[in-house]
């Protein structure tokens, strides 16, 4: 089956001063609407009859951020860190079509392709058909649909979401110095850190301490082997530090009298910083507490304009959900899952 080549122009109006500014939905699962500027015309030229998939690799992160940033997400799956550092897991792999960045993966429980969403210009209809035609050998694959919302989804009362996939997000300024009532406990363990243990220091995470850092993580690896994803995160943390420079991360590392006792770092993309990996010697009271105020002082004074922390997945842990239901999330990222070949319009509800 072959396309024909499409030449598609869209323009919009000048309406800088209207509220009722005209859009352009630019990702597709995306729960933004990002404005078009004034007479912007959008050319697209097409003549694939197929979506030509490769791995995704550390020599694409320019590709990838550089639609990331163009049409951002607050969801994980839309960032370095959850592309990258789950690549091989999943079987990440992507195509660019049309301006449009195209990501499958690979569910290796379910046993099914898993399509992610398309980042960029080309109109729904469009990359739907070649989403079709690329998984027509494959009728079970299915679309991720994330869907944002102020309260979680009651797993009772549907099947239709992977709850363990949810990504959990809070404002930024909550965890600043753990203000509010809600807060109480995790101020009262940072107030511990900070008033019970001396020569602490704060240093960004670079070069000078990457190997100090590293030897912490294979410290922290011999104590918490407990599970599969548990030992490929690690794992993964430790080759991204080996070429930490490569990517888009920044964090922070503490310190007690000179010696590591956590870590943390991330990236920032649009109004959202994702929190990938934090690491914490736990003999410390407060040292995860510490972590998360002390990393978003930091994002808060480099990226004044961050609404977000995105602290990701719970992978389907009760004791890592608990954890990230007590910070008291302001807005929830469920995902639900819909097979392609029942896939429409109406599947792909938006959220502004």
Known sequence: MTYPALRINIYCKNTKKNANRTYFAATVFNLKKIPLQMKNTLDIDTDHDRLDFKPVTKADIPLLMKYFTRFPSRSCDFSIGGTLMWSDFYGYRYAVCGDTLFIKGYDPIAGRNIYYQPSGCLPQEIWMRLIREDCRNSPDSCALIPVESETSIDEETTDSFDMSLREYLYPIERFLHFSGKKM????????????????????????????????????????????ELCLYENCQTLEVLEDFHSYPFEGIVLKIGGKIIGYTFGEKIGDTFFCHVEKGDITYRGVYQALASFMSREINKNHPDVIFLNREEDMGDESLRYSKESYHPALYINKRIENISVLNENSLLRIA
Do not use: Q
Not at 193 to 199: H, K, P
């Open 184 to 227: 109480e406990k995790k101020r009262n363990h940072l107030n511990y850190f900070i008033n019970n243990y001396d020569n602490l220091s704060i240093e960004s995470l670079s070069e000078a301490n990457l190997r100090e850092v590293s030897d912490f993580t294979k410290k922290f690896m011999s104590e918490h082997d407990d599970s």
